[in-house]
Structure formats: structure tokens, C-alpha cells
């Protein structure tokens, strides 16, 4: 009987990371303060230590130079981890991302190829105001040649991870800095979960919540909620956004006739538009309402408490979403 | 789908007289189509054989848009990728224009205002022939949900015998049943009663009626003396010659007197337009024409439309006094008994006159006992000095 432990996601994170680390001398992590410090989340925790200074590589604050710096590493065979310490930083290593790491293997007629992972963090809710609260995971969905990653369980972010290194193109993996406390069960035992294959975290008949990241946790409790008050919410975890597993999402609302779509990136052009319109398409025949997206308002995350709590969805909203559109 | 009125839109099949594959001959009837004025019967505008009917009986149908074809022999009715008339849609608000490029049969949303329907209920409600204008909605707002499709795909129409029953009746016959249901369901009705000396009205007739009937060939009857005189009094009363136009009160320009006339299967109420400024003579033309047109079953919708107040006259059928229905969006009506010796006061004294009851039916929406009440004394008036009024 294999063991298996519970982990939080932070602990399942950073096991995905030394397990790969161990059987693969090319990967290599590097970032601010990730090495003594071990990251500001203590994600990174005991690594350095393990792994020594130049794998586990401290770097000014510079996340233009380090994830240009990756992805020559990995055009020339190595497997770097590129730590980016808030998603909200994606602005400054966009040019490598977009026009670096995600055009090289299609112009270089498949010549090169850029086996890199960039981690960087999402979630509001932290009272860490407007330019470090931001949920911008949907810009990378935007690109072709990036695959995007959003685990929302322990298990889901080891085995995703490992999938991420060992792919040979560049993925783009997003943390919720609320979820590195959550725990779960993990396997002690090597295990991979592949791309593009979403999880139903919870089966149900009335309404299928679509959701992504630390907002399948919400939509986990709305679900209870909504037990209680008679509707049967089935909630499905796409766990990459792309590749989108959209058989399933589209299977599901065939079934249920009814479909909310929630993710903590802002609602407007946001993935929740993308996933509303596959299920739009994909099952408008067999809807029963107009599918309901739900993500952050269109401001700036706001520091104070009550005005941020208010900007995104929470279970809530969620429950009361779904009870308005089960009529 | 013809146009029989200039502001006619759509047009209703009433019932099909040929069957798909008949063979007709012009000018041979057709079908019988219903507008908001009247049913007419078309006749076949070719000879061949009826092929491609679109439509069915009840279907309400834009004008412009095929019903059906005519073949000559050897035909075939044209492949028409989408056009085809919107059967079954019962038309809701703005009807559908005839356009140029018709839209695809089947998916299109309801009308702003119509049924809210789930797109899951929609298809099942065509997969199991669900008419969704009879489900009253149980989801969000109203809106018809898949439940609500099975639920009616379970409880059929009322079966076919009350249909039938319809259908035995006259076209005229139904459509009076329903016009009538309709405004006295509707319209907050309420009646003015007034006794008139007619003797003024009978003098005047004698006085006029040689001349008219020299000059014009026609004898002018009370009724035509009541047209005149009513159309008259009507210039000064433009709300008893007002239409009830939903939510506002409509004042009409002209005074098109409608006339109820007997058919053999009900009654029509036929239009002399600008009766207030017709002479007395030319209303009775008009009128004469009317009736004979109704007896024989000739009147076209035009002859019935556009009236804007209402004349009933069963004096003729020994009826003292009775209250007419309106008829929408008209604001009142008049109803218009025998004239009949009574035992009146005369100055005092018992005296025997011809004695006539009017009694005003008003749409209280639009008109009040009280504006109705000086109406009707001017009317009285009117009546008692016939000759002044016909001048003015």
C-alpha cells in the first residue's frame, strides 16, 4: 500500500520540485529570495541546503534578466524553474515569455526547444493591495506555444508539477499564495497528472461551477451550501487552462443544463470568457440559462479589508449565483 | 399572404376551401384569410393544381410571404432553402415585415417581450411539437424552462371536438364571437338612456325625402337622417369620436360613421367615411350600397374599416330600446329603438307623440357619464330640429 501523507500545497510544491531536482541533475530553480529565505512564502523551504547555491540560485531583482536568463538555459538543455515572486511581476517578463520562450521552438523550424516552467503567484484576499493582488494568469492563455497551469490541491500541484519540468515546452504555473497553507493527501511515491485533463472534484446533477485555482475551494463550499438548500452542484477543476479539457466541461453541462464559471482573474476578456463561450458552444442546446461568469470586479484589487473581500468571488456570491440561475 | 388593406401586415388562413393537390381554376375561391377588420375569401389567381401550402388553418402570416403555389402542369414548386412562412408562430408585437431576406426558419429568439425560453427547452419543445405560447414559465424570471416543455408535451391541447365545433361556424360567425367576447371582456362598458320627440325627425324625412329620391334615386331612411345628424353633433364632441389606443386616447380627424348592418351569420359594422360633412343624400347612397353588399356577402374590408363611432338601429324590428357592445377601439356606440306613438307631456298636458329611445354605450376608458350625458342633449337637440343641423 503506498503512503500516503497530507501535505499543504506549499510542502507538495517544493517535493514535486526536490524530487524532480534529485532525478534530473538540468533542473535548476532561480528567483528572488528564494534560496536562505526560501521564497517570501517559504515555499522553497530547505532547498539551497539540499541543493546547493547554484542550483538553487538567488538573483538580483531583475525578473526581465533571470527569465531571459532561463530560457537560454533552456535552449541549451537545461530544465530551469523560474521563480517569479508575484504573478503581478508577469509585466516585466513578458517579452521573454511571449516573444522569447513560446516563438523559439516554431522559429527555429523546431531546432530548439524551451523545457522551462516560470512559477509565479495569484490570489487576492492577502491585503497586499493593488500591484501585488492581481490574478493575471490569462495573459499567458493568450499565447500560443505557453501552457498554463492552475492546481487548486496539494495532490493536484505535485503531480502537475512534475508533468510542467519534464515537459519540453514552456509552462507557465500559477500558485495561490491563500492556498500554500491548504493541506491534502498526497502520495509519498512518484506520480504525474497530465495536461489538459480536467478533475470533477465533486459530482452533482443541477448545476455544473467550473472552477479554477483556490477558486474550486470556494466553489467546494458553495457546493455545501447549495447541498443544504436542495441543488446539487457538480464542480469541475480544468487544472490546465491551456490545454482545456473541453469535453468535460461541455459533458458536464449537457448534463446539468446550467454552468457558472469562476476564476479570481478579472472577469472582464478573462478565462472565464474563454470557458463560458467553449460551454456556449459546446452545449447551447442542452442550457437551460445563460452561463454565469464570475471573477474579480474591474478595479484595482483594493487594500482595504471589506472592499478587497468584496472584489472577488467568494462562496457566497458563488451559492447565490447558482440559486439564481437554477430559478 | 395578399394585401387587402393599405395598413394591413399580416393576414390569418381561417380555413384552406382546396386541399394540397386540388385542382383549381381562377377565380375559383381558395381560402378564406381573416384581417383585424374581416374575413374575406381569395380566390385562385391562376388555373392548375394547389401544391407547396406552407401555411395552415390559424397560422398568422406577413403579407408578402408564399402560402402556397399554383401549378400548371408539369411544375414543381420551387426549392426555397429558407424562406418559408412562420407557421404555428403566433405573431406577438411588431408582426414580422416581409423582407428581403428572410430570416431562418426556426431559430430565431422571440420578439423583445416575448417568451423567455431556455435554449434547452426551446429544442425540446420542438422535438416533441410543444407549442410554447400555451407554457406559462416556472424558471428565473419567468422563463420557460425543459421541465416546463415535458410537463405540457404531457398535457396535450383540449382535444379536437370544441375545435370542430369552431370550425362548423361561419367565418363571420367566429369572428364576431370573438370580437365581441373581446370588448365586452375589456371594455368598461356603461349606457346613457334618452327618450326623443321624433316627430321633427319623421317631418323631416317626408320634407326631404322627394327630392333626394329625384336628384339621387335613393330613399333616404331614418337611419341615414341619424347618420347625418350624429356625425354632425359628433364635430363637437371629438372624445365620443376618440379610439381607446391601449394606454392613450386617440382623437380621430374624421367622422366615419359605422353602420351595423344584419348578415346572414351575424352582423358588420359598415364604415360611410366623412359622414359629417356628407350630404344627406350621398350618405344614403353609400348606405344603400352597404346593405346590399352585406346581404349578398360582398363587402370588402375596406367597407369595414376605419369607423370611428358606431350606429345601431333595430327600430325596424319593433325593438323599444337596447344596449349595444362597443366595438374597439370605437369609444361609444349608439343604439337607436322604434319610433312609437306614446302618451306624452305636451306643455302640460297629455299628449300623443312619436317617441324614439337612443342609449349611448360609452368606453368609460376614454368618455364619462357626463361628457356622454351633454352629448346625447345635443343629439336631442339635433333630433328635434333636423333641418338646422343638416345645414350647419
Known sequence: MPETRELTLGEAVREALAEEMRRD?????????IAEAGTVYKVLNGLVEEFGAERVLDTPISEAGFTGMAVGAAMTGMRPVVDVMFGDFSTLVMDQMVNQAAKIHYMSGGKWKVPMVMRATLGATRRSAAQHSQSLHAWFCHIPGLKVVLPSTPYDAKGLMKTAIRDDNPVVFFEDKMMYRLKGPVPAEDYTIPFGVADIKRAGTDVTIVATSSMVQVALGAAKLLEQAGISAEVIDPRTVWPLDEKTLVESVKKTSRAIVVDEGYGRYGVTAEIASVIAEGAFFNLEAPVKRMGAMHVPIPFSPPLEDATVPTEQTVFEAATALCG | MPALEMAQETGKIVSWLKQEGDAVSKGEPLLEIETDKAVVEIEATADGVLAGVKSREGDVVPVGVTIAWILAPGEQPPVESSISAPSARKVTGQPQ?????PAPAQTIAPAEGGARISPKARRLAKERGVDINRIRGTGADGAITSEDVLAAAETPPLSAAPAQAAAALSAIARLMAERTTQSWTQVPHFYLVREVDAGAL????????????RERGVKITHTDLLVALTARVLRKHPKMNASWAGNAIQLNPQVNMSVAMAVPDGVVGAVIPNADGAALGDIALQRRDLTERARSGRLRPADLAAGTFTISNLGM???????????PPQAASLAVGRIAERVVAVNGQPGVRPMMTVTLSGDHRVVDGAQGAVFLNDLAEAIRAPGETLRS
Open chain 1, 25 to 33: 541533475p538540468r533542473v535548476f530553480i532561480c528567483g528572488e529570495d
Open chain 2, 97 to 101: 415585415a416581409p423582407s428581403a431576406t
Open chain 2, 202 to 213: 319623421l317631418q323631416a324625412r317626408e320634407e326631404l325625402a322627394p327630392a333626394i329620391e
Open chain 2, 317 to 327: 324590428y319593433g325593438v323599444d330600446a337596447f344596449n349595444a357592445i362597443i366595438a
